[in-house]
């Protein structure tokens, strides 16, 4: 190519490529060795009531530990799994893990567990004919009530068309909670509301970082709540980092937010730590020391 092309910008354009999708058939390699070795695991980022600041919930968030490159984040190795399948086994062996997670925390902890389990679903995993009945068959082998499921599925995913809306619609009739996760990014059709099945609205945090300077983000942030809970849809402010911003959300109407301010994405075991001070009835804020990993 570089020879005839000469020195335009074709000559590098190429190269460059290449390397990405070496990178990237790398990446699908270790993606495919690593589920094999069991180099996954699942971190719970807590979603707490505003303004008490309760664990309602957790989000289940995986995590890549590869043994050359050490960790490896979501956002890097998502993308591959969704364009490689890699994703359907993986998103299955999530699901089947935070069920059991829930239902656990459940057993030992009873009303100070978390009362909803959130799993990230991508596109590519609700379009598998088998999805819904992987969801069932989580549910029965851990015994965790389908109640107590939300699935997180973003504007793009349902407005593909396919077979998304269908196995929402299905997943629903089980019981299981729908979330409408990174609110604000997608399409944003306000229409998605009206046909696709939704319980739980999550505004992303490009948003929510805007919402105590008055200014067009603010402005957005308070009518998607206006939104939300004209249609008794739960809200979720996401990415949540500071006391000015949760105060403001929670002035706004937001019944839920979930960021650093609040905790971090922890192990199961430290999650579980935040569970013993909230029954500990002398703990004062059991959310305050929180923040590692
Ligand atoms: P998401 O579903 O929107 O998850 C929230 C992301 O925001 C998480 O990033 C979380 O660690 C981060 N976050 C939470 N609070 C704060 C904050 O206060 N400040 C900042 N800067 N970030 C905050 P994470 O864990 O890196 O995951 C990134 C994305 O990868 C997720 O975004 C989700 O789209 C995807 N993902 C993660 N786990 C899974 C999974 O099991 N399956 C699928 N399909 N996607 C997943
Ligand atoms: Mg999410
Ligand atoms: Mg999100
Ligand atoms: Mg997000």
């Given at each position: 190519y570089a020879a005839k092309t000469g020195a335009g910008g074709w000559a590098r354009f190429v190269p460059a490529m290449d390397a990405s999708a070496v990178e990237a058939a790398r990446l699908a390699a270790g993606l495919r060795d690593g589920?094999?070795?069991?180099?996954?695991?699942?971190?719970?980022?807590?979603?707490v009531t505003l303004?008490?600041?309760?664990?309602?919930?957790?989000?289940?968030?995986?995590?890549?530990?590869d043994p050359e490159r050490g960790l490896i984040p979501p956002d890097r190795f998502i993308p591959v799994a969704e364009r490689s399948g890699l994703i359907v086994p993986l998103g299955?062996?999530?699901?089947?893990?935070?069920?059991?997670?829930?239902?656990?925390?459940?057993?030992?902890?009873?009303?100070a567990a978390p009362s909803r389990v959130c799993v990230n679903v991508?596109?590519?995993?609700?379009?598998?004919?088998?999805?819904?009945?992987?969801?069932?068959?989580a549910l029965a082998d851990s015994g965790l009530p389908a109640e107590y499921l939300v699935v997180e599925v973003t504007e793009t995913a349902v407005f593909g068309g396919g077979?998304?809306?269908?196995?929402?619609?299905?997943?629903?009739?089980?019981?299981?909670?729908?979330?409408?996760?990174?609110?604000?990014?997608?399409?944003s059709s306000l229409g998605l509301l009206l046909t696709c099945p939704v319980d739980i609205l999550k505004v992303d945090k490009s948003f929510v970082d805007g919402v105590t300077e008055p200014g067009d983000r603010a402005v957005i942030v308070e009518f998607l709540c206006q939104v939300a809970r004209g249609l008794e849809l739960d809200t979720v402010a996401e990415g949540v980092e500071d006391a000015a911003q949760a105060a403001r959300l929670h002035e706004l109407g937001y019944r839920k937010g979930q960021g650093y301010l609040f905790a971090r994405?922890?192990?199961?075991?430290?999650?579980?730590?935040?569970?013993?001070?909230?029954?500990?009835?002398?703990?004062?804020?059991?959310?305050?020391a929180a923040g590692a990993a």
């Open positions: 589920l094999g070795r069991g180099d996954f695991r699942v971190v719970y980022q807590p979603i303004p008490e600041q309760r664990i309602a919930g957790v989000e289940a968030l995986v995590r890549w530990h299955r062996w999530v699901l089947r893990e935070a069920c059991g997670q829930a239902a656990a925390w459940s057993a030992v902890y009873g009303g991508s596109p590519r995993q609700l379009d598998e004919p088998d999805f819904v009945d992987d969801v069932a068959a077979r998304a809306v269908e196995a929402l619609h299905a997943l629903r009739a089980l019981g299981v909670r729908v979330a409408l996760d990174d609110f604000g990014t997608g399409h994405p922890l192990p199961a075991a430290e999650l579980a730590d935040l569970l013993l001070a909230a029954l500990a009835p002398a703990a004062p804020q059991a959310l305050s």
